[in-house]
DNA sequence: GTCAAACTACGATGTCCTTCGTACAATGCA
DNA sequence: TGCATTGTACGAAGGACATCGTAGTTTGAC
């Protein structure tokens, strides 16, 4: 009855290693205004995970499944199941090591552009 | 016969201004491969104007117009018209006062995966 | 065992994007 | 004027993408 699950609340979810990680593909993800709001509140709290249901989306449910299903595969997020719910978080040191300092000043340009458009 | 002339050898393209330049849009526009490695080869020599036939691109003429049109809409590049040729430059000044640290962060993190995968 | 909560899978739809070929326009030079 | 160079416009094809609704799965709690 349970084909997907391996143990106790455990059901693995398929990430890219850190060398598959493709900029161009870190990017597109993060051209889309839905990810990257999605991304700068995962910052704000780098250390703590947040389930799907924690983020205020302007999308219907299958939607917000989608753009986190694209964060990871492009290896922005990690998510990982907790009981029913999956938890979120950026995976900060895979990318500053790929990547020096990226992340930092896109999250910094995204921060500067929502105060100077209002939206914050 | 030169309905789109202004003056000798001088048509005018339409760019973004400094303030409608958005974040999105310039991830968007580095996200596809092509652009990403025209934007490489401008900061390469940040100072010179090159045309559009200086480089060498896996795309016909047509896609490669499209490509750097895509560039000057989002800000990336500034085009002028020299003669038969169209120059192309990158709004460094731009794109450093919106966005301070964010263009040398993604040229170096392009550099290091171009060096990492030996696509350079 | 039942039920609600959280998330997924699937299919549909409309839009955007990349790419191309072909035909055309603008410029400078012989 | 004729011609080569450089780039554009237009349309088309094929794929990718964002969005949704509905139905289903997984889990924990009662």
Chains 1, 2 share one sequence.
């Not at 890219?16 to 493709?22: F, G, K, Q, W, Y």
């Not at 205020?56 to 907790?82: A, M, N, W």
């Amino acid at each position: 009855m349970t084909p997907a699950t391996t143990a106790a609340g455990t059901r693995d979810l398929p990430h890219p290693a850190r060398e598959e990680i493709r900029l161009e593909g870190v990017l597109h993800a993060l051209s889309d205004p839905v990810r990257l709001r999605i991304v700068r509140d995962l910052a704000a709290d780098s250390d703590e995970l947040f389930a799907c249901s924690y983020f205020d989306l302007p999308v219907t449910k299958s939607t917000t499944t989608h753009h986190f299903r694209v964060l990871r595969e492009c290896g922005v997020i990690r998510q990982t199941y907790r009981g029913t719910a999956k938890m979120n978080g950026l995976r900060r040191q895979d990318l500053d090591a790929l990547f020096p300092g990226l992340l930092d000043a896109l999250l910094a340009a995204a921060g500067r552009q929502a105060a100077r458009l209002g939206t914050d």
